[in-house]
């Protein structure tokens, strides 16, 4: 998909390329205003110019703020990328190694485990992919140049110049997304100020290069956000044929004893059972898989404000406790690629003459645009989409 800047942001980014000098004056003049703010939040000027002496805006940021899969990418496209058999495998490798770290968070905020290192997963890929822009410049950029919510993004840096102020983490490691989420498992730093804790018993809060503050930072997220000890963030269940798809909802809730009276079952066909209050959730319609969800999984939800994010933090949980990934089938008749799939129709791809770069499985604009041609010669709509059916193509 081409992206279309926001006009503020197409605008201050021709005028960076047209005229770099007033456009870095610009800049200066918007750092300085900040200055001001950071004052008046108890940062000193030493510690706000240190951190800020020798930036540059990165305008790349304002192509990416309309770019968030969770909200653009199919639900059966985004999960097949983030729970798949290698991530699972992955999880289970680093749940073994920081096993004491995680039963330790568990023990201390009664959150289950497997649901802390879900969100690990997600997140980071359990610290593989933690983000490598600089958070003052990110955070910088947006508060000058964001065609929306300046507000929060001036917020955040001024939280993250406090981060670097307290002497927490050490500025160098700062690199996060290009929102100025950082870390194991992705905080802002307004989020690290409230929520943050020492998990390893070193005097610091360091969610970048500790992974028991880590863990133990999202274990209090997630209890601060509502999770109940021992109530299950909820499962997939068969709807009658006769279920109202006007029931659906997470804030829908009602007894369970409710549901099983309309004719919902657990997808293996057992009754429901247990005293608390769910909704059910069918994020493709109610022709394809639907979950009864607690209070548990609206706390996980509050992580990033998306079902189809919440999903794949609860279902690369269960996977990696050793359940079985989804039964009902989604929607399509193009089935999603796992991230190994996404590789090898890269390296097809390549093979073919397109020159989509490394094989790495990430879905970037020159992969998409080599599939879009793929997607013509075969008769497709030109989505840019990489699916079963461009993978079969190419094999063939």
């Not at 909200?71 to 749940?95: C, H, N, S």
């Not at 769910?278 to 994020?283: C, D, E």
């Not at 109610?286 to 706390?299: L, Q, R, Y």
Request: hydrophobic fraction near 40%; glycine fraction near 10%; charge should be positive.
């Amino acid at each position: 998909m081409i992206r279309i800047l926001a006009p503020l942001a197409l605008a201050a980014a021709t005028f960076v390329v047209a005229n770099p000098a007033s456009a870095q004056a610009d800049f200066r003049s918007c750092l300085s205003n900040l200055r001001g703010q950071a004052a008046a939040k108890g940062i000193s000027g030493q510690a706000f110019d240190l951190a800020t002496r020798s930036i540059e805006p990165d305008l790349k940021i304002l192509e990416l703020m309309d770019n968030q899969p969770e909200f653009k990418t199919p639900i059966w496209d985004y999960l097949a990328a983030l729970v798949d058999d290698e991530r699972v495998q992955d999880g289970k490798a680093a749940m073994g190694q920081w096993a004491r770290a995680l039963a330790a968070a568990e023990a201390r905020f009664g959150v289950d485990r497997y649901v802390i290192a879900g969100v690990w997963g997600v997140e980071s890929n359990f610290g593989k992919d933690i983000g490598g822009r600089p958070l003052v410049q990110s955070l910088s950029t947006l508060a000058c140049y964001a065609p929306r919510r300046r507000d929060y993004f001036t917020g955040e840096l001024m939280a993250t110049l406090k981060i670097v102020q307290d002497g927490d983490i050490d500025p160098a490691n700062l690199r996060g997304s290009w929102a100025g989420a950082f870390g194991h498992t992705q905080f802002m730093p307004s989020t690290f100020q409230r929520l943050a804790v020492d998990g390893d018993g070193d005097g610091h809060r360091d969610i970048m290069t500790s992974v028991p503050d880590a863990v133990a930072s999202t274990a209090n997220f997630l209890k601060k956000a509502g999770w109940v000890d021992g109530l299950p963030w909820g499962y997939e269940v068969r709807l009658p044929a006769s279920f109202n798809a006007n029931l659906t909802g997470r804030k829908n809730k009602r007894p369970l004893s409710s549901w099983a009276a309309m004719g919902v079952t657990r997808i293996d066909g057992r009754p429901l059972s247990g005293d608390y209050l769910a909704g059910i959730i069918a994020p493709a319609g109610i022709e394809g898989p639907a979950f009864i969800v607690t209070k548990n999984f609206d706390a996980v939800y509050s992580y990033n404000a998306a079902e189809s994010y919440g999903l794949a933090i609860a279902l690369l949980g269960d996977r990696m406790k050793g359940l079985p990934g989804i039964r009902t089938a989604w929607p399509t008749d193009d089935p999603p690629l796992s991230r190994a799939q996404r590789r090898e129709l890269q390296r097809l791809l390549t093979a073919r003459g397109y020159d989509v770069g490394e094989p790495d499985g990430k879905i970037g604009q020159k992969t998409r645009d080599a599939i879009k041609d793929v997607e013509r010669r075969i008769g497709l709509e030109q989505r840019g989409r990489p699916g079963g059916k461009v993978l079969e193509a190419l094999r063939g």
